[in-house]
């Protein structure tokens, strides 16, 4: 079973950056595409991007392009996600999630991730 542990959350002022970090200390996170969604009060839970387990593409929501940077180190066994010029409506709680493999033909389709961490909160706000 594979434990993600997601870090580096918290309150920032609109225009803010922060870096969101997954990792595990299972086992490699090599095989596996990560994506990171969110979920904010009274919302349904949105993928926000992915980076896949091969090739290195990476995939992004519209609301996000241009401000948000996904990356990994398969070294650290740990993806990131950058975010830059923070918006109120980005605040949510983060998750990140694993699919072996991955991405399959949609990368934000929540069914294909085989393992998610517990998230971690990002508020937005000045």
């Known amino acids: 079973q594979l434990q993600l542990v997601e870090s580096g959350g918290g309150l920032v002022q609109p225009g803010g950056s922060l870096r969101l970090s997954c990792t595990t200390s299972?086992?490699?996170?090599?095989?596996?595409?990560i994506g990171w969604f969110r979920q904010a009060p009274g919302k349904e839970r949105e993928g926000v991007s992915c980076?896949?387990?091969?090739?290195?593409?990476?995939y992004y929501a519209d609301s996000v392009k241009g401000r948000f940077t996904i990356s990994r180190d398969n070294a650290k066994n740990t993806a990131y996600l950058q975010m830059n010029n923070l918006k109120p409506e980005d605040t949510a709680v983060y998750y990140c999630?694993?699919?072996?493999w991955g991405p399959g033909q949609t990368w934000n389709s929540e069914a294909d991730y085989d393992y998610w961490g517990q998230g971690t909160q990002v508020t937005v706000s000045s």
């Open positions: 999630a694993a699919d072996l």
């Open positions: 980076i896949s387990s091969t090739d290195g593409n990476t």
């Open positions: 299972q086992y490699t996170l090599d095989y596996y595409a």
